[in-house]
C-alpha cells in the first residue's frame, strides 16, 4: 500500500511560537489530504485539508503547504496555545480508505 | 446535529467472550469504517464498507467480523480468535459524491479492555 509517514514523532514547542508538523506521502497520484487533530481520549477532529491544485491552503491560525515536487506536506499553527496539545495526523484521500501515519504528538509549553 | 455515535465509551470483555462495538451515523455518508489504535501509535484499518450489504476487510481484519444491514449502522464484533484485543476502537464516515473527495468524520471512540 501507499505510505504516509511523518518525519517526527514529538514536536515540544513554546506557548506563543509558531508550530510546524511535517508528512511525506509516496503517492504520486494522491490529489487530496488532510490533517487531523487527536486529542486524548478522542476520537481525530478534521483541521485542514488541501487539494493537490493548489501549493497552500489558511485557516484560523493553521496553514497547510504542500509541495508535490518532494511529496511533503506540512501544518503550520500560529502562536500555538496549550490547546493545541494534541496527536496530529496527515491522511491521503487519493486512495480509499485513508492511510494513516503514527502522529506526530504535540506539546505545549506554557 | 448530524454525527457519528460509537457505544459504548468503555467495554470490558473477558477471555473467550465475543462483545460488539456499536457505530451509528446520521450523516447520511456511504461509507463507514473501523479502525484500531494502540497506545502510541497510529490507525490500523480493520474493516469498511463502501456501501449496503457490501464490506472489505482490511489490514488486520482477523478475528473481528461486521455487518451493514443498514446505512446507518457498522457494528463490529470482537470475538474470540482475536487474541490481543485490548485498544482504542474508532468509527468513521465519509461522503464522496461527484468525484470530489471529501475527509472523514470520527466517532468518539471505544476502549476495550479484556479482564
Known amino acids: 500500500g501507499e505510505n504516509v509517514g511523518l518525519h517526527l514523532p514529538t514536536l515540544s514547542v513554546q506557548e506563543g511560537d509558531n508550530s510546524i508538523i511535517n508528512c511525506a506521502y509516496s503517492?504520486?497520484?494522491?490529489?487530496?489530504f488532510i490533517w487531523y487533530k487527536q486529542e486524548s481520549g478522542k476520537g481525530p477532529q478534521f483541521i485542514i485539508d488541501i487539494r493537490s491544485n493548489m501549493d497552500k491552503r489558511q485557516g484560523q491560525r493553521v496553514t497547510v503547504l504542500l509541495n508535490k515536487t518532494v511529496k511533503h506536506l506540512s501544518l503550520q499553527i500560529a502562536a500555538t496555545q496549550p490547546g493545541d496539545s494534541a496527536v496530529y495526523f496527515c491522511a491521503d484521500s487519493g486512495n480509499t480508505p485513508l492511510v494513516f501515519g503514527k502522529g506526530t504528538r504535540l506539546s505545549v509549553i506554557a | 446535529d448530524g454525527g457519528i455515535t460509537q457505544s459504548p465509551k468503555y467495554l470490558f470483555r473477558k477471555e473467550g467472550q465475543n462483545v460488539t462495538l456499536s457505530c451509528e451515523q446520521n450523516?447520511?455518508?456511504?461509507?463507514m469504517y473501523w479502525y484500531r489504535q494502540d497506545p502510541g501509535q497510529g490507525l490500523r484499518l480493520i474493516y469498511y464498507?463502501?456501501?449496503?450489504?457490501?464490506?472489505q476487510k482490511g489490514d488486520i481484519a482477523e478475528g473481528y467480523s461486521v455487518s451493514r444491514e443498514k446505512k446507518e449502522s457498522f457494528p463490529l464484533t470482537v470475538t474470540s480468535a482475536q487474541k490481543n484485543p485490548t485498544a482504542f476502537y474508532l468509527c468513521?464516515?465519509?461522503?464522496?459524491?461527484?468525484?470530489?473527495?471529501?475527509?472523514?468524520?470520527f466517532g468518539s471512540g471505544t476502549r476495550l479492555t479484556v479482564v
Open positions: 450523516l447520511n455518508h456511504d461509507a
Open positions: 503517492n504520486s497520484a494522491s490529489d487530496y
Open positions: 468513521a464516515s465519509s461522503s464522496r459524491a461527484g468525484g470530489d473527495h471529501y475527509g472523514y468524520t
Open positions: 464498507s463502501q456501501i449496503v450489504n457490501d464490506f
